[in-house]
């Protein structure tokens, strides 16, 4: 087990480099996306102005408050609260963020499945799980929003985030084909099969 302090954006040898149960920590851009940000850009054909290549994306649709533009609010919001969402629902567009905008780093929490991590082997990248009620502590590791696309979306809009310590996070799946998903199901349907094998079920 390692720990990386990453200068985002990255690249596939950093990415390679990165073991399940190693841990993270982000410094610079990290772009929130979600749902709708997705559907939009891979089901309706929108297009971002951000270069996302190399670079993080979290699973979230943040509480924000608007504010007057200044040095310290370049985008116009105030970051409330910046939690993370389930991932699982936005498994489709792993794939998609990576071939067509070069993402390596996925942040959410519940894990991703199957396609996702084949996508993380084929074109080196990897999910970074993070603890779910942590928003609050989350929050403390974002200095400012700097900027903001698509945001006719919101709070679902392609959010462009400066962090600072944004961690540490847990490598949960990466690209060496390990997943800790998968890992705890083989060993609960291992618990089971042994538990139904002392009750004499057949």
């Not at 390692?2 to 480099?17: G, K, L, N, T, V």
């Not at 772009?31 to 939009?40: P, S, Y």
Request: include cysteine.
């Amino acid at each position: 087990m390692a720990h990386y302090e990453f200068d985002m954006p990255i690249s596939e040898a950093q990415a390679r480099a990165l073991r399940v149960d190693d841990t993270v920590t982000l410094n610079g851009t990290l772009f929130g996306i979600r749902d709708a940000t997705q559907i939009h850009m891979f089901d309706r054909g929108r297009k971002t102005r951000f270069d996302l290549s190399g670079h993080a994306v979290i699973h979230t649709a943040p509480n924000v408050k608007q504010v007057a533009r200044s040095a310290a609010h370049p985008a116009g919001y105030a970051p409330l609260c910046v939690g993370t969402t389930t991932s699982e629902r936005m498994e489709r567009f792993t794939r998609p963020l990576m071939q067509q905008y070069g993402v390596r780093l996925v942040i959410g929490k519940g894990g991703l499945r199957e396609d996702s991590l084949a996508a993380f082997a084929g074109m080196g990248g990897a999910y970074l799980a993070i603890i779910g009620g942590a928003a609050a502590l989350e929050t403390t590791w974002v200095e400012a929003i700097e900027d903001v696309d698509l945001d006719d979306l919101h709070p679902e809009s392609l959010w462009k985030f400066r962090v600072r310590g944004f961690g540490p996070l847990l490598v949960a799946m990466d690209s060496h084909g390990a997943s800790l998903y998968a890992n705890v199901q083989a060993a609960a349907q291992g618990r089971r099969a042994e538990a139904l094998r002392r009750l004499g079920v057949g």
